[in-house]
């Protein structure tokens, strides 16, 4: 039987969204919009390298 480190966070999959919606009579989509929001904060947190801007030809 495998384990995983309980302080480690996981994300909510979808699997686990439709669980949760079905039994807090939620919707999936509400778990899933705020894992994606968690995950986007996460991300904006961590230093990132500029990006140059793409230039498109007309």
């Known amino acids: 039987m495998q384990t995983r480190d309980q302080t480690a966070p996981s994300a909510i999959s979808a699997d686990m969204a439709l669980r949760l919606a079905q039994a807090l ?3 999936a989509e ?3 919009e705020m894992q994606l929001k968690y995950e ?3 991300a904006a947190q961590r230093p990132r390298t500029p990006v140059a801007p793409l230039h498109t030809s007309r």
């Open 30 to 32: 509400m778990w899933l």
């Open 25 to 27: 009579n939620t919707s």
């Open 40 to 42: 986007l904060w996460q």
